[in-house]
Each structure stands twice: as C-alpha cells, then as structure tokens.
C-alpha cells in the first residue's frame, strides 16, 4: 500500500470506531456469507459451514435478507478469523 493508502485505510478505520456502532455475529452458510457484498476475507482460507460473520453496526441478518444490497459496503463486515 501506499502512504496514501495507508492514511486513508487509517481514515475509514477511524470513522468506524467513531460512529461507535453495535458488533454483530452469526453463524451463517457459507454459500450465503459469501455473497455478501462489500465482505471482506482471506479467499485463499478454508472456512468452516457454517461460517461466523462479524459486521459492525449492520445486523448479519440484514445482510443476509439482501446480499447484494449497499448495507455492506457502509461498514464492516468479515469473517471471523477468532475474535
């Protein structure tokens, strides 16, 4: 990454933690995790099915009533890699 990258991750990252927002998690399929827009993980891992998702100030469930909705993008939203 660039140093302007960096300081923009740095920016996002920040606002998250401003907005002070719930933390949510839920075992979902895998099929269905997936499709979330906007998830981020490591597609080269191995995950379990059902998979954990986490998701800051977005209920998973909402993502999942609608995976290719802009709710996911807005926020975090990743696996749990063991919190």
Do not use: H
Request: glycine fraction near 14%.
């Amino acid at each position: 990454m660039t140093v302007e990258q960096v300081k923009a991750a740095e920016e996002i990252a920040q606002g998250l933690i401003n907005k002070d927002g719930p933390v949510y998690a839920r075992d979902t399929g895998l099929a269905i995790a997936k499709g979330i827009q906007g998830l981020r993980a490591v597609f080269d891992e191995t995950y379990p099915d059902p998979v954990k998702v986490v998701s800051i100030g977005v209920p998973v469930e909402t993502l999942e009533g609608d995976p290719l909705g802009p709710a996911g993008l807005d926020t975090s939203v990743e696996f749990c890699g063991g919190t």
